[in-house]
């Protein structure tokens, strides 16, 4: 089996967290293929089936040791919950459909094909009915596998703005693109009704947040009044490519992208200053940027805003345990008891001092957009491929254990109390308090040339997505009309 091997070695050098892009998912599938093809042929047995696949992926796993990461680390099925099963998922499960099973596949024929010679006259009875059965489940897994193929080949794209009669609006842009960004292509998505109208750059969450979909179903209003670009950062979503060497990713490097990617916008655009928008995560990166180079930017929206990660874990996870204890979630509070309370050094035990914001804080979302999407919006819309949605998940994960830590020390209450642009702060009435209560504070002592805190009575954290049509309002009649 020493071409099952010899793929093992090349797919663990070239793609180590397993086919990210199109061309990788589709040559994993088609080498696969030929590869079980060929050992199929050459053991002349069915169990070519079990020993090619089997073979590939342990060369494969000892190849690509050193890549660390919550989706190649060891698996963590029992003790990192639902953390724990996506990461499993997403980090060999994906790769196992596009590689083994085609490897599978492709051993049965190759072995089949050897006994297309031999004498099956006398062959009666069930092993005539197994051999049939067999070969509608090799056409079925073969149907299967081209409907896959079809569905990964399908490539992303971003409907253009249309007039009323249906026709694209003249002097609109509408596109999906990838910029040479702190030396990695990354992605953005850039749409409006007119390329004269203001820019407007949105920052995502996470860190490893991708939010193409949610601004796609939620963001067209702003279109009206702003060339709206929504930027994949490096290792998110559609730039998840760019993620190694993960070692490079650094909180300083993420707000050095964010400038160099204004300057790309203000040039390509011929403007001297654009609009900020940040999002959770987003918030800390436009914060940072407007503070290093208050001239590029017009004005700072911050929705949702982080002043200080680790203050506000620190209340997720008090809030949580009490709510845990409180409603006799015994397993959720012995996990948060036994790992205490952030920062962790596993990205892994966030989950429980972190996901349960729902619950722990619950609010009517019947009223909002969004409604409780979250998330999931970015989920089967047209501006990603097949692989880049469920990638999205993955860079999330693998972005957040690396930048997030660099976060644990940051408090906008100590650091930045001045900028030189207007800022704007739009919270949800039914924030968490664990960033509400920072945010506020720090709203009050920050000095700047002028400053808003604007409350949305129906939102959690996503007032943007949640009430899209005021967010549009709040930024075409204030923060345009004012600045």
């Known amino acids: ?83 724990g099963i996506l990461a499993f998922l997403l980090g060999r499960g994906l790769h196992a459909v596009l590689a083994l099973l085609p490897m599978i596949l492709g051993a049965a024929v190759g072995a089949g094909l050897t006994r297309r ?32 193929t079809v569905a990964i080949a399908r490539p992303a794209s971003t409907d253009p703005i249309r007039t009323a009669t249906g026709a694209a609006a003249p002097g609109s842009v509408a596109e999906l693109i990838r910029v040479p ?16 109208n203001p820019v407007l750059l949105f920052l995502a969450g996470g860190p490893g947040g991708t939010e193409l979909g949610a601004m796609r179903r939620h963001g ?31 909180l300083q490097q993420a707000v050095d992208d964010t400038i160099e990617v204004t300057d790309y916008l203000r040039e390509r655009f011929d403007q001297n200053e654009i609009y900020l928008l940040g999002q959770s995560y987003g918030t800390i990166l436009g914060v940072l940027a407007a503070h290093q180079r208050p001239e590029l ?22 809030d949580s345990l009490a709510w845990a204890r409180r409603t006799g979630q015994t397993t959720l509070a012995a996990r948060l008891t036994g790992s205490g309370p952030p920062p962790y050094t596993d990205m892994l035990d966030y989950e429980s001092a972190l996901t349960n914001e729902g619950q722990v804080y619950p609010y009517d979302h019947s009223r909002n957009a969004e409604g409780a999407g979250g998330f999931s919006e970015n989920l089967f819309v047209q501006e990603y491929t097949l692989l880049e949605q469920l990638h999205a998940f993955a860079g999330f994960f693998d972005v957040f254990t690396v930048l997030y830590p660099q976060l644990q020390d940051i408090d906008f209450r100590d650091d930045v109390t001045q900028l030189a642009v207007p800022v704007y702060l ?26 808003q805190l604007i ?24 923060v345009l009309a004012q600045t």
């Open 1 to 83: 089996m020493i071409i099952a091997a010899g793929w093992g070695v090349l797919a663990g050098w070239w793609t180590p967290r397993g086919p990210i892009t199109t061309v990788e998912a589709l040559s994993a599938t088609g080498v696969s293929l030929t590869v079980g093809i060929v050992g199929g042929w050459l053991m002349r047995s069915r169990w070519a089936m079990l020993a090619t696949p089997v073979i590939f992926a342990a060369v494969f796993e000892a190849t690509r040791v050193t890549s660390t990461g919550p989706l190649v680390d060891g698996l963590r099925l029992g003790d990192g919950g639902t953390f």
């Open 297 to 318: 930017y017009r004005a700072y929206i911050g929705v949702g805003q982080m002043v200080d990660p680790r203050a506000t874990d620190n209340v997720f996870y008090r």
């Open 220 to 250: 067209q209003a702003l279109e009206q009044d702003f060339v709206v670009v929504t930027w994949d950062q490096r290792g998110t979503g559609r730039s998840y490519d760019g993620l190694d060497p993960a070692s490079t990713l650094t």
């Open 181 to 196: 960004i702190g030396g990695h292509d990354q992605a953005m998505m850039i749409r409006g009704t007119s390329t004269t």
């Open 455 to 478: 409350t949305f009575d129906t939102s959690g954290h996503r007032p943007l997505f949640e009430q899209p049509d005021r967010f549009h309002h709040l930024m075409s009649d204030t």
């Open 426 to 451: 739009v919270e949800g009435r039914h924030e968490a308090p664990g960033r509400l209560g920072p945010a506020t504070q720090w709203f009050n002592l920050l000095d700047a040339p002028d400053k």
């Open 117 to 148: 010679g031999n004498n099956l006259q006398n062959e009666h009875g069930a092993a005539r009915a197994w051999r049939g059965t067999r070969r509608a489940l090799a056409v079925i897994a073969a149907a299967a596998l081209l409907v896959l």
